[in-house]
């Protein structure tokens, strides 16, 4: 009645030791650590840049327990803070030799002290929110007027080309706030106007005024368009500010969208402000220019005689390029860029997509140029950098064009995001900043920690003076749930904060309540004259649908936090739902499993050690005490 198939106790241990596995990472703490990233577009951080860091501090003898390399850069795990502050200014100087120009960005980090065993089983810590772990938080205001105005601007050059190329006469095409002002010197030049539009322009909402020779056709955009250009600039701008922080060495960042035109920026374990609001803050623009192919020239211009009108550069791999000043397109025409495969030669390439204007003027040019080289500049803080310079083959029209040819799949997927995102879509302002100490994170931890402890503790206290065994049981499995939900959130590589902790403690006593439940029916059962077997039969079985029905509507009180709320209110809603999950298993299935194992080998048993079990008056003489 009493016992568990072998499979079930299999499953119960495998949890519990899955359990400890994920749990352990979190109590090895962190180790003092520094990363060294890209500062430029086009420089690739690999494994000559590792060996490099690791003779730089070898020749200054600072002593270090790993270096590795990952998708953010290079990292350094250190002995102590000490040499830390050592190693960053060695590396700096090694590799920052000009500090006006620095190629690499050098930052203090803090890495898991987990054994490497641990992490090869992607067992990691728990990432701490930035109310624990200290750091800056950036509230962002992205200009959603100034993001449509440049919607508007393009819109009007794509009017001009549209009604050349469809030979409508006009008097002139003006943008006047949020409007597009066409003026025509008589209605049938007007109507035909009207009709092209139509056809091809379909975010435009058109509305005819104006009398005599001074007709207007005036152009707004729809609604459904303006936002989609606000949603767009809004992701495109998340989008770049992500790839920034990667440079910060930031182990978790937070970007998230808060309303319509803010995004919010948390960096745990960040205290220079300063240097996050400029990488925050800074712009970055593409230019399509020529290069110069003049014999000789390069040579020249690296002797300090570059010729007049040209500037020098340097190319992917560090080969110096010499580009021309006269810049051909900008980085506003682009309106996509996504990587693929050259459909004649199968090689990785980089599909761009201009605007109409952009198209007309980059077929002009192709058709001008062919056999020659052109260069795609990302100019960031008045400083440019060539991502890539391809050979002209033919003509390209249509507004659809291919850069490939000597690069790899992972080049053109890095290609095609700077060329997409490598500046924001709208301008943005910092309008709320806060800077949270690590020592206010320790002592949240301390206080968190503590009020975990203390109210498990009395959990315990309560429970064992009141039900004796099965109240040790209930502590038992109460712990298991602990470890559960540690582990996962571990798994899942969730950021634990405050309101997290609040979550965690009030799982606790939530998920006890479930065993009181259980131990509740157990002796209601030894009450109506039940044997101490078909009593934990019956109590655990009937005990179980409440249990079930009280969690399954806290769930979706959980779920509602987690899908509406945001920032605090979501991570204190993602712990709660994982929590009411362990809960249930550990309160059902890992207690009972270890009363099974206590009472489900005796073939008979006389009574159970579960607390005083009062009787009704009449049969008090009766009452069983253990």
């Known amino acids: 009645m009493n016992r568990y198939p072998l499979w079930k106790y299999v499953l119960v241990a495998v949890a519990v030791l899955l359990g400890l596995l994920y749990t352990l990472p979190n109590l090895f703490g962190e180790s003092p650590a520094v990363q060294v990233s890209s500062a430029k577009a086009t420089l690739k951080i690999d494994a000559q840049t590792r060996d490099r860091v690791a003779s730089t501090l070898q020749a200054a003898g600072i ?67 930035l109310d624990l772990r200290g750091g800056v938080h950036f509230l962002l205001q992205v200009d959603m007027p100034g993001a449509l105005t440049k919607r508007l601007d393009s819109v009007s050059a794509d009017l001009r080309s549209l009604l050349r190329d469809k030979n409508v006469r006009h008097a002139g095409i003006s943008r006047e706030g949020d409007r597009i002002v066409i003026r025509f010197r008589n209605g049938e030049a007007r109507d035909k106007g009207r009709q092209t539009l139509e056809n091809e322009q379909p975010d435009l909402l058109l509305a005819e005024q104006g009398e005599g020779d001074d007709l207007r056709l005036v152009a707004t955009l729809k609604p459904a368009a303006i936002k989609r ?63 110069d192919e003049t014999p000789g020239a390069v040579e020249a211009a690296l002797a300090g005689q570059a010729p007049f009108g040209s500037e020098l550069y340097v190319e992917r791999g560090g080969r110096p390029l010499l580009v021309k000043k006269q810049v051909v397109l900008t980085g506003d025409r682009l309106t996509d860029a996504q990587p693929g495969f050259d459909n004649q030669t199968n090689e990785p390439a980089v599909h761009l997509t201009l605007d109409s204007p952009g198209a007309r003027i980059f077929k002009d040019i192709t058709r001008d140029n062919v056999g020659k080289r052109m260069a795609i500049v990302l100019i960031e803080k008045g400083k440019g950098e060539v991502v890539t310079a391809p050979v002209i083959r033919a003509e390209i029209g249509g507004g659809r064009v291919q850069i490939s040819g000597s690069m790899s799949t992972v080049e053109a997927n890095d290609t095609a995001l700077l060329l997409r995102a490598g500046s924001l879509a709208a301008p943005m302002e910092i309008i709320e900043e806060r800077t949270i100490g690590p020592s206010l994170g320790a002592e949240n931890i301390a206080k968190g920690f503590q009020s975990t402890m203390w109210g498990f503790a009395a959990i315990a206290a309560f429970m064992i003076a009141y039900y004796m065994l099965f109240g040790l049981v209930s502590v038992i499995a109460l712990a298991s749930n602990l470890l559960f939900l540690v582990a996962l959130l571990s798994l899942l590589q969730a950021t634990l904060t405050l309101p997290g902790i609040a979550a965690i403690a009030l799982t606790l006593g939530m998920a006890i309540d479930a065993n009181v439940l259980i131990n509740e029916r157990i002796r209601e059962e030894l009450r109506n004259g039940s044997t101490p077997q078909a009593a934990i039969h019956t109590g655990y079985e009937r005990a179980f649908g409440t249990i079930l029905d009280s969690n399954i509507t806290t769930l979706i009180a959980g779920i509602a936090l987690l899908i509406f709320g945001s920032g605090p209110v979501r991570g204190f809603a993602v712990v709660h739902c994982l929590g009411i999950m362990t809960s249930l298993f550990s309160a059902v299935v890992v207690s009972r499993a270890m009363i099974n194992l206590i009472y489900g080998r005796r073939r008979k048993v006389e009574s159970l050690a579960i607390g005083q079990v009062w009787k009704p008056a009449a049969d008090a003489g009766a009452a069983t005490v253990n």
Not at 70 to 76: L, Q
Not at 84 to 98: G, H, R
Not at 232 to 241: D, G, H, S
Not at 280 to 287: S, Y
């Open 63 to 129: 002593a270090n327990s790993g270096i590795f390399l990952d998708s953010n850069g290079v990292k350094v795990r250190l002995l102590n803070t000490d040499s830390q502050l050592q190693a960053k200014d060695v590396i700096e100087k090694a590799f920052n030799p000009d500090a006006s120009d620095p190629q690499y960005v050098v930052a203090l980090n803090l890495l898991s002290s987990s054994p490497q065993w641990l992490t090869s089983l992607h067992a990691l810590p728990m990432y701490l929110g």
């Open 229 to 291: 250009i606000q949603e767009f600039a809004l992701k495109q701008n998340m989008t770049t500010l992500n790839n920034r922080i990667n440079e910060l060495g930031v182990a978790e960042p937070v970007i998230a969208q808060q309303g319509a035109d803010r995004i919010v920026v948390q960096l745990p374990g960040v205290q220079d402000t300063a240097k996050a609001k400029d990488i925050l803050g800074r712009t970055a623009t593409l230019e399509i220019r020529m290069v």
